[in-house]
């Protein structure tokens, strides 16, 4: 059984920084791992993906601000998040996908989410 939980969420003001943290447990083959964002009254939005050998793919809207990364040995995935604006709110969550893309619907399986707030 595939089990992903995400760790990390938390309030933050403008300008700060949060690390989100993923860990992956079960037989899931070669799905890819991605970080998803939500917030309220949204769709959910893909936010960062990477592929096994590292390769990243980061949404328009965190370039340069957000950054995916693994730690293959550990089964775990990051989002460092940096320069965090208010628009950044929503519920963060990890998912193994099967195509190396952001969209949500490519996603096989989902964390639980962890809430992210960003106070101006």
């Known amino acids: 059984q595939v089990r992903l939980v995400e760790s990390g969420g938390g309030s933050v003001q403008a300008g700060g920084s949060l690390t989100l943290s993923c860990t992956a447990s079960g037989s899931y083959g070669s799905l890819y791992m991605a970080w998803f964002r939500q917030a309220p009254g949204k769709e959910r939005e893909g936010v960062a993906v ?71």
């Open 50 to 120: 990477i592929d096994s050998d590292g390769s990243t793919r980061h949404a328009d809207s965190v370039k340069g601000r957000f950054t995916i990364s693994k730690d293959n040995a550990k089964n775990t995935l990051y989002l460092q998040m940096d320069s965090l604006k208010p628009e950044d709110t929503a519920m963060y969550y990890c998912a193994l996908t099967f195509r190396f893309s952001l969209f949500a619907w490519s996603a096989r399986y989902w964390g639980q989410g962890t809430q992210v707030t960003v106070s101006s």
